[in-house]
């Protein structure tokens, strides 16, 4: 039945694959204008390698957006509960919860997919310093294609707890607002997590955030693979866990005081 769910998804968003594909510009002119502000800010103090290292890490951020941004709103689902016709979901034979996640990350992975593959390409052949330059390795791609999809997942759950939220704010954007700009920037989607002060840092390696945005692209773009890079792999596992289960028991809850009025 989950199955079917992600499979309808998917054939929805494809009747609307040519609105994504002309999407791609606004990616490439965010990434450049965001390397470019970088750029002037860090040109005094920054060395070659370390520029290097913030490009890679706007274009790895810009190519899989749809995965670790929190703004990837599902208006049809916000609909479903804002109208009240969340009492039809609740009639069918599956776990509402389970239904919710497979309708959201099958929206993530469609996007991400058909978005990230022609801006990768794209990024690699641009003139320096704007082209996306890493060190791939197999050990490296295995351990990055592991990360991103946990990370998928956990930034999947997060956006959950937005849309319960509605029961009781009766609209996504207030908590999306409010939610959304927390988990971008603490994650480090708005300023990369290595310009963050080094005390900020150990309190971010402790939140969700870091997890689901940060530490697959600093995968990816470092140069080996040490022990900690394992670690956040098992953070990474944890949160997917509290975060379903403070989702199941909230969402629970709440269907218990569900009144829905019309006719």
Same mark, same amino acid.
């Given at each position: 039945?989950?199955?079917?769910v992600f499979s309808y998804r998917i054939k929805q ?5 040519? !609105? ?8 490439? =002119? /965010?990434? &450049? ?9 860090n040109k005094l103090t920054s060395s070659s390698g370390?520029? /290097?290292?913030? $490009? ?10 749809? &995965?670790?941004?929190?703004? $990837?709103?599902?208006? @049809?689902? #916000?609909?479903? =509960?804002?109208?009240? @016709? ?16 497979? /309708? ?8 991400g997919m058909v978005s990230s593959i022609p801006i990768?390409?794209?990024?690699? *052949?641009?003139? %320096? ?14 351990? *990055? ?6 990370? +998928?997942?956990? #930034? ?19 908590? +999306? ?15 990369? *997590? ?14 969700? &955030?870091?997890?689901?945005? !940060?530490?697959? =692209? ?16 098992? *953070?990474?596992?944890?949160?997917? !866990?509290?975060? =379903?289960?403070?989702? /199941?028991?909230? +969402? %629970?809850?709440?269907? %218990? ?7």
């Amino acid at each position: 039945m989950y199955k079917s769910v992600f499979s309808y998804r998917i054939k929805q968003l494809w009747q609307y694959k040519f !609105a994504l594909i002309s999407s791609l510009p606004l990616y490439l =002119i /965010r990434g &450049f204008l965001t390397i470019s502000i970088l750029m002037a800010f860090n040109k005094l103090t920054s060395s070659s390698g370390q520029v /290097r290292g913030l $490009v890679n890490y706007v274009w790895i951020q810009t190519c899989f957006a749809p &995965f670790v941004s929190a703004w $990837v709103i599902d208006s @049809d689902l #916000n609909n479903v =509960i804002k109208t009240g @016709d969340i009492a039809y979901e609740y009639m069918k034979p599956v776990d509402l919860y389970w239904s919710w996640f497979m /309708r959201l990350i099958s929206q993530r992975l469609f996007t991400g997919m058909v978005s990230s593959i022609p801006i990768l390409l794209l990024v690699s *052949f641009f003139p %320096k310093p704007y082209a996306l330059t890493v060190q791939i390795s197999d050990g490296k791609i295995i351990l *990055f294609v592991v990360a991103i999809g946990l990370a +998928l997942i956990l #930034n999947t759950v997060l956006s959950l707890l937005v849309y319960i939220s509605i029961f009781h704010t009766f609209s996504i954007t207030g908590s +999306l607002l409010i939610f959304g700009s927390i988990m971008e920037f603490l994650g480090g989607l708005v300023i990369p *997590f290595s310009l963050f002060p080094e005390n900020m840092k150990n309190v971010l390696n402790l939140l969700p &955030f870091k997890y689901g945005i !940060a530490y697959p =692209i600093q995968l990816f773009n470092g140069k080996t693979i040490s022990a900690e890079n394992l670690t956040g792999i098992i *953070f990474q596992l944890f949160w997917i !866990a509290v975060v =379903i289960l403070l989702g /199941r028991e909230w +969402l %629970k809850r709440d269907i %218990k005081h569900i009144v829905v009025q019309g006719g």
